[in-house]
């Protein structure tokens, strides 16, 4: 080999020779090919061509083969090529690695990959995912750097207070000015009970004292939703919960600021001290019920101070900040009807409190023994603790947010930014008649309502509405005695049913339908039908027993027919047939002629008579039963003086409103606008009218008559003495007033209607009694500066038809009965001569009681002549506690 070095290389002509004689000699049989013309890969470890007499190749092949290597990959200088043998020589295939085109100029990201050929030009590289990974990552860091290093910690006592909400009279003036810093009041962690914090703590974010303040997954779950046009998820820590508490001047569901609170959140946890976010965290949190920070919640839930809260309220606090309207013990009807129920945000604030417990002793934070003192819901209370809101004024504000939440796609607000405050909210509450009407209630309660000497007297509640028949608007409601002390409006949903007062639905079906053909069969019946007329005549007998439309007797399921009572067991009209006509049967209000006119009419088109006037079809109960026509279902005062406006306004419906305009710093973002509809022709409103007149002028109402003025009404008692009614209007203005008894004591089970005989030292309450004599006081104050109207003069309207005019001839089995038998035991509700029902009587809450001819005696009075019961019994029928929301069910169910 050391020979071979030190041979001088050939020239490049003796190169060409050489390779001459390479090819040269494959046609003289010496030798094969050269292995450099025929491709074979071990060429290129040889020259390529051989010396003379087939000899192998001298080092001087060698060395050129190099230097024209190096010259084919950009050597100093390049000569010609060789006529083959070389790799990538013209004249023959590549060697090893031949034949690929001199490499370009190098990428700084290599994709599509080069020298990759199909679908592996597209597979990245290990290297460029992994140098991408890299960067993404650092630019993650430097983006938390900058971020970290830019926003500062906020501070709790600028920030975190919210904004007032103003309210203001129909006038202009301002009613009250509520928001997030009345109801708050800061104090030190010394004040606030060891056990409230290891509540939150265990409940949310157990590892709040050791972790950085973010939640990962928390964060990255809130991200992706929020990228997906989803709702966030919130803060998942307490200091993110803490953090945005403390930025309320920005609330918007965007990316930007979830990096914010991430951030902020961050820095928090490294900066401050852990006492001082849960401080911070107590302090600031929304409890409900307009309180802010656990002191306002301790006084708003238990009417004491934050540092004597018990273990077991504390669990029950900490369950509040999941969501008071799902959690407050007292429902928010207003704001979800169905789901936000005093019995369900029960059991789930039971549920959510006993976890809690059971959290702190697993995590050590409380003990076993203490633990199992604490197995039902603490005692709680209605108290509000912003005196602002006593009186009239909390039922008003309750009722103008309740209209502005469940109009939220109109108005834009959600409850959330309505606790943040801001608004400037514009009711349609008139001052004057709101104090009219309380200081009509309170004349009557206190003359007669006397809790300390009868105890008939106690748990009796009044409430009352008035709406313009014009426009909709509530102009002035009764709630109750005082917004901090009883918590249920009164005005709205109490469950009370309206008795007689659902008759004049009744009358306008009758008027608007007819009655159907009692010869033809139930198909044609629909559409041949006879419209009424109000001297129409009807049997006023007592313990009528209904028939269906056709004649038939009417019978439940169970087989048991009907025999439906008048108040005091009266007949009305002469015998045999008893037949009065309609307009008198309103002024005594008859019910065995109503009911039986439902029946000839039809219950569903009763229904839909009551739905057109205003009542909301939610609060309609029991229309497959013949009671239904008088008064079984239990709309709210405001809708009762709502529907009623309808009669008033010539058959123009339009639903009662409580909010005419809100405003924000951005100007005005939501004005209210009637919508007006044609509820009943104004022929049959007119006819209705003119019978309520005579209710008014000389039937069970006069005492609601205002000297000069036109008036038109009804009144209402209902089965079992649980309920009175009176709704009356004139032409600008309808009001309905309600009176029970109810213990709305919250922590009692199977809470009922409770009877009212006895109730003021009278034997029994009628609509025409108290609540006809609040009425009156009330409408002669709020109509005294405003011009005497009259209602439009009725058209005659309909036929005279004569239910039954003579005597069957020859009566069957069932009617011979009922001339026959004993006269059956009447409902307890209803008892004016007997004591008590027989022994075989039999009841529900539909039929009444069964008598021991088969019938069922239908429920009472339901408007009343005013004579009282000698000897009244318990009612059959209990009242429904539930509220029915109606009169805020214009507002999505619950307020208006």
């Given amino acids: 080999m050391s020979e071979h070095r030190r041979k001088p290389p050939q020239s490049q002509e003796g190169g060409r020779a050489a390779a001459r004689r390479g090819q040269s000699g494959s046609s003289s049989g010496r030798r094969a090919a050269p292995r450099g013309a025929t491709g074979s890969p071990s060429d290129s470890y040889g020259s390529g061509f051989y010396g003379p007499g087939g000899e192998e190749p001298s080092s001087g092949g060698r060395a050129d083969v190099r230097r024209a290597a190096q010259r084919s990959t950009g050597g100093r200088r390049r000569a010609a090529e060789p006529a083959g043998g070389r790799r990538g020589g013209p004249s023959g295939p590549p060697g090893r690695g031949g034949g690929r085109p001199a490499p370009g100029k190098k990428r700084l990201i290599d994709y599509p990959r080069a020298g990759k050929y199909g679908w592996q030009r597209w597979v990245p590289s290990w290297k460029l995912v992994t140098g991408l990974f890299v960067a993404f990552m650092g630019s993650l860091v430097a983006v938390a750097g900058v971020g970290y290093a830019v ?78 046009g989803g709702q966030t998820q919130g803060g998942s820590t307490i200091t993110q919960q803490y953090v945005k508490n403390a930025m309320l001047n920005d609330q918007s569901q965007t990316i930007s600021r979830k990096f914010k609170e991430i951030f902020v959140s961050i820095k928090v946890g490294a900066e401050q001290d852990k006492d001082d976010i849960i401080e911070g965290y107590l302090n600031s949190a929304y409890y409900g019920r307009n309180a802010y920070g656990i002191q306002a919640a301790a006084r708003a839930y238990f009417d004491k101070d934050a540092i004597d809260l018990n273990e077991g309220e504390c669990a029950f606090l900490a369950a509040t900040l999941k969501g008071a309207t799902y959690y407050d013990p007292a429902g928010a009807r207003s704001i979800d009807p169905t789901g936000a129920t005093p019995e369900a945000n029960s059991k789930r604030a039971l549920n959510q409190m006993q976890d809690t417990l059971d959290k702190m002793v697993e995590y050590e934070h409380l003990d076993a023994a203490t633990r199992a003192k604490y197995t039902q819901l603490p005692k709680w209370k209605n108290p509000r603790s912003n005196t602002q809101l006593s009186g009239q004024v909390g ?31 514009y009711t349609t509450f008139d001052k004057n008649k709101v104090k009219q009407l309380t200081t009509a209630v309170s004349k009557v309660q206190k003359a007669n309502i006397k809790p300390e000497e009868r105890p008939e007297d106690t748990h009796v509640q009044f409430g009352g509405a008035s709406v313009n028949p014009a426009t909709g608007a509530i102009e002035a409601i009764y709630g109750g005695e005082d917004a901090t002390k009883h918590f249920t409006n009164n005005a709205d949903q109490t469950g009370a049913q309206v008795g007689s007062t659902f008759k004049p639905f009744v009358l306008a079906a009758a008027m608007t339908w007819g009655v159907r053909d009692k010869d033809l069969g139930s198909s044609q019946a629909q559409d041949e039908r006879t419209i009424v007329s109000p001297k129409s005549l009807f049997s006023g007998k007592n313990k009528l027993k209904i028939k269906e439309y056709d004649g038939r007797i009417w019978k439940n399921e169970k087989g048991e027919e009907w025999l439906q009572t008048n108040d005091g067991q009266a007949d009305y009209g002469s015998p045999p047939n008893y037949k009065i006509d309609l307009r008198e049967a309103m002024r005594e209000s008859v019910n065995s002629a109503f009911v039986q006119l439902g029946m000839d009419v039809g219950l569903d088109k009763v229904k839909e008579a009551a739905t057109s006037a205003g009542v909301k079809e939610s609060s309609l109960t029991g229309a497959g039963f013949p009671s239904f026509s008088i008064g079984i279902s239990d709309p709210s005062a405001i809708r009762m003086a709502g529907s009623y406006a309808t009669f ?152 005279v038809v004569n239910e039954d005019p003579l005597p069957s001839p020859s009566p069957s089995v069932s009617e011979s009965e009922e001339e026959t038998s004993p006269s059956p035991s009447p409902s307890p509700s209803e008892t004016e001569t007997e004591p008590s029902p027989s022994p075989s009587d039999t009841c529900n809450s539909f039929f009444g009681c069964q008598d021991d001819a088969g019938g069922v005696n239908g429920g009472g009075d339901n408007g009343g002549t005013g004579e009282a019961s000698p000897s009244p019994s318990p009612s059959d029928t209990e009242g429904d506690s539930k509220g029915n929301g109606n009169g805020g069910n214009f507002f999505g169910g619950s307020s208006g």
Avoid: C
Avoid at 164 to 184: C, I, P
Avoid at 193 to 204: D, F, G, N, T
Avoid at 216 to 226: D, L
């Fill in 151 to 228: 926003v500062d910690i906020p501070k709790v006592d600028e920030t975190a207070e919210a904004q007032n909400n103003v309210y203001y009279w129909a006038d202009g003036s301002q009613m009250v000015a509520t928001g997030g810093e009345t109801n708050r009041q800061i104090i030190g962690l010394s004040q606030i009970p060891e056990a409230m914090r290891w509540a939150v703590i265990s409940q949310e974010n157990k590892t709040f004292y050791d972790d950085s303040g973010i939640d990962p997954k928390g964060i990255a779950r809130a991200v992706f939703n929020m990228a997906r």
């Fill in 395 to 425: 039922y008003l504000v309750d009722l103008a947010n309740s209209y502005v939440i469940t109009n939220g796609k109109e108005t834009g607000i959600t409850q959330d930014k309505l606790q943040q405050g801001g608004y400037s909210i």
């Fill in 648 to 799: 008033a306004a010539s058959g123009k419906q339009r639903d009662p409103y409580s909010v005419q305009k809100v405003t924000s710093q951005e100007g005005v973002i939501y004005t209210h606008k009637t919508e007006t509809k044609q509820g009943f022709t104004s022929a049959v409103a007119d006819n209705v009218t003119d019978v309520l007149k005579t209710v008014v002028e000389k039937g069970t109402g006069t005492a609601a008559q205002l000297p000069g003025r036109e008036v038109a009404g009804k009144t209402g008692t209902t089965d079992g003495n649980k309920s009175a009614w009176f709704v009356g209007y004139t032409p600008q203005l309808s009001t309905a007033i309600t009176m029970f008894r109810y213990d709305d004591d919250e922590t009692k089970k199977n809470r009922t209607f409770l009877e009212m005989f006895g109730t003021g030292g009278q034997k029994k309450i009628h609509g025409a009694s108290f609540p006809a004599e609040i009425w009156h006081d009330y409408m002669a104050e709020a109509m005294k500066n405003l011009p005497k109207k009259s209602f439009p003069e009725p058209v005659a309207i309909g036929e």
